[in-house]
């Protein structure tokens, strides 16, 4: 099965008078809606625009891996066991929160800052956070998140160009830019497409391109 969620559709947060803009693909915060609030082990998948300058204060997270992909800015990050770090496009966070930790997230710079944040749910609860950022991470290497059975794939392409969807029980494919088509629907930024039990699919890019879509590769909820 394959559930295309289009980006219109999703729940507006944030603080625009404080310069931060959020938008939920699933049940967040004071939006909650029980028919969706997770797909395999994604618990959310945030949309998030913050103007120079503006950010979130230290807040709590715990049980929950916290996966993010900058689309245009700087993302200043700092946390409880006191990592402190500038991540840019193309590079992956991951902040495992395990039993307890807290962070910053704050856009230092001059441009605006646009990025796209994911929470898994680990496979177990408890345990010592971490924390690491991956630069400029390959299409050809996924990024394994053990903690959640979960491997996160970045696909860019060119116009026209075609590639092949993990076969898995489940598999979330999200837009970061360029229109894509996959089975008989179009997908534009900020789409995502849920897939359930399917094989040998491909997601092709328009004749716009390029393309940018994050795949999460899932075993199961």
């Given at each position: ?11 507006r947060g ?8 959020s938008f939920?693909?699933?049940?967040f915060g004071?939006?909650y ?6 797909f395999?082990?994604?618990?959310a998948?945030n949309e ?8 979130f204060d ?13 689309v ?13 770090s500038?991540?840019r496009?193309?590079d992956?966070?991951?902040l ?10 704050r856009?230092?710079?001059?441009d605006?800052l646009?990025?796209?944040q994911m929470?898994?749910?680990?496979l177990?609860p ?16 996924p990024?394994?998140v053990?903690?959640a ?12 160009e075609r590639?092949?969807?993990?076969d898995?029980?489940f598999a979330y494919?999200?837009?970061?830019r360029?229109e894509?088509r996959?089975?008989?629907a179009?997908?534009g ?5 849920r897939?359930t039990?399917e ?5 092709v ?15 199961g909820?």
């Amino acid at each position: 099965m394959i559930d295309v969620r289009r980006s219109g559709d999703r729940y507006r947060g944030g603080e625009p008078t404080a310069g931060i803009e959020s938008f939920h693909a699933f049940s967040f915060g004071p939006h909650y809606d029980p028919d969706n609030l997770r797909f395999g082990a994604i618990l959310a998948c945030n949309e998030e625009r913050l103007a120079p300058g503006a950010g979130f204060d230290e807040h709590p997270h715990s049980h929950t891996e916290i996966v993010t992909w900058v689309v245009e800015g700087e993302l200043t990050h700092r946390d409880s066991t006191g990592h402190a770090s500038v991540v840019r496009p193309g590079d992956v966070q991951h902040l495992s929160a395990a039993g307890g930790v807290r962070h910053v997230e704050r856009n230092d710079g001059a441009d605006t800052l646009v990025f796209v944040q994911m929470w898994l749910a680990p496979l177990s609860p408890g345990g010592d956070p971490s924390y690491e950022v991956v630069r400029g991470i390959a299409d050809s290497t996924p990024y394994a998140v053990p903690e959640a059975g979960a491997l996160l794939h970045v696909r860019r392409l060119a116009a026209g160009e075609r590639t092949a969807l993990p076969d898995a029980p489940f598999a979330y494919a999200h837009v970061v830019r360029g229109e894509v088509r996959l089975g008989g629907a179009q997908l534009g930024p900020g789409d995502a497409a849920r897939i359930t039990g399917e094989a040998g699919l491909e997601v092709v890019a328009s004749a716009a391109g390029p393309v940018e879509l994050l795949v999460w590769e899932m075993a199961g909820a």
